[in-house]
Each structure stands twice: as structure tokens, then as C-alpha cells.
């Protein structure tokens, strides 16, 4: 079984709708990460969280909110869709490191999403 | 300017040549540098990572990272039609993880 999993894995949507994608994880990370990665712009970070208390927003957060539920599980809401918000989405866990430091990234697959 | 730089590509080799891929990077106190790979519709693996400034070899692949000059590279020797992805460089940047666009490589047969 993949150690990191996204639902759903493509969406279609229309412009206004409240939107949820979640992500769950078994590799017993602390850390867990939201991108949405762009033709010709890479991977943005949008939020991340460093324990389930933590909730911390990436280079590209508004439109967007997060909830983390748990240790495991890690979800991203786009309370009014826009078109804009077309993209692909990954989720992604890390292990806890010294500070400053990073420890590499296990990616899910990626939620294709698109707005109408 | 981007925090992360790459040359987007594409950058096309024969097989068994070196790929060369490189990245620059802005903030001075970036600690943590990554590889990724990336196949068309997959998801990012990590290749390298890298803390130190020098050479670190794995395999056909080393990372070489400069903190003087801000930049750090991949060099993918005897490379291989299954090389043929899209490297993305990534950079631990004070509480966040910043990414390149990428570089998409094709090798030759």
C-alpha cells in the first residue's frame, strides 16, 4: 500500500464550490506539506504543518485553508473555487529534523484538479 | 528574482553522455539542498540531497553544492533514456521548502 495517499485523484468542479482534498499518510511523520504545481512554475507550497498544533502558510496560501485532524491526515479546503485554482495537487510528509535542516519530502500522487 | 532557478530546458543528451543540471538559489542561509525527478504525471522522487559544500556521489549521480556562489548541481553520468524526467532542484529555506520549475531532460538513444 503507498505510504502516502490523495483524494480524490481528479476532480472537476465549477467556479463557487466549496472543495475538499485530503491527504492520510503511514509513514509516521510529523510533518506534512500542501503544494499545487503549475506548467513552467514548479511546486508551490500553499501550507504546511510541522506536528498536528502547527499550522504554518507557504508562499501561496490565500483561497486556501487547512485542517490537520491528526498526526496521519492532512486536508486542503478551497472554500470558493476559482478557475485560476486549476492545477495539480501534491501533498507530501517529511521527518522531523534539526532546525533549519530539512529531511527529504515523500510525495503523494497528486490530486488533478480542475475549476469551470 | 525567483528564490530558485533553474534552466527550464529542454536539455537533451545522447545516451551514455553526462547531463549537466544546475540551480541558483537566492538566500544565503538556505541549509538544505534536493534533487527530485519527476516523470511526466508522476509525482517528485528524491534523487540527492546535500548539506556540505563539495561533491556527494551516488551511483551515475553527484550533487555539488557551492554556498559561496549560491548554487547547486546534478551531474548524471552514462545517462540513460529512463533519466528522462524533469529535475527539480529544491532548497530548505528558513521554515519552508522552496522549488524550482524544473528541468526537463531527454536522453537520446
Known amino acids: 500500500d503507498a505510504d502516502v495517499t490523495q483524494t480524490p485523484r481528479n476532480r472537476i468542479t465549477k467556479t463557487g464550490k466549496r472543495i475538499m482534498l485530503e491527504c492520510s499518510q503511514t509513514?509516521?511523520?510529523?510533518?506534512m506539506y500542501w503544494y499545487r504545481q503549475d506548467p513552467g512554475l514548479g511546486l508551490r507550497l500553499i501550507y504546511y504543518?510541522?506536528?498536528?498544533?502547527?499550522?504554518n502558510k507557504g508562499e501561496i496560501s490565500d483561497g486556501y485553508s487547512v485542517s490537520r485532524q491528526a498526526q496521519a491526515k492532512f486536508s486542503l479546503s478551497l472554500e470558493s473555487a476559482i478557475p485560476n485554482q486549476t492545477a495539480l495537487y501534491f501533498c507530501a510528509t517529511s521527518e522531523s529534523t534539526g532546525t533549519g535542516f530539512y529531511n527529504e519530502q515523500f510525495f503523494g500522487p497528486g490530486t488533478r484538479l480542475t475549476v469551470l | 528574482q525567483k528564490e530558485v532557478e533553474q534552466n527550464s530546458g529542454p536539455l537533451s543528451v545522447p545516451e551514455g553522455a553526462i547531463a549537466s543540471l544546475n540551480c541558483t538559489y537566492s538566500?544565503?542561509?538556505?541549509?538544505?539542498f534536493f534533487w527530485y525527478r519527476q516523470y511526466s504525471g508522476k509525482s517528485p522522487e528524491l534523487i540527492m540531497f546535500i548539506y556540505s559544500n563539495g561533491d556527494k556521489e551516488d551511483g551515475r549521480f553527484t550533487a555539488q553544492l557551492n554556498k559561496a556562489s549560491q548554487y547547486v548541481s546534478l551531474l548524471i553520468r552514462d545517462s540513460q533514456p529512463s533519466d528522462s524526467a524533469t529535475y527539480l532542484c529544491?532548497?530548505?529555506?528558513?521554515?519552508?521548502?522552496?522549488f524550482g520549475a524544473g528541468t526537463r531532460l531527454t536522453v537520446k538513444p
Open positions: 529544491a532548497v530548505g529555506l528558513n521554515n519552508d521548502m522552496r
Open positions: 504543518s510541522f506536528d498536528v498544533k502547527d499550522i
Open positions: 509513514k509516521g511523520h510529523d510533518r
Open positions: 538566500d544565503r542561509g538556505s541549509q538544505s
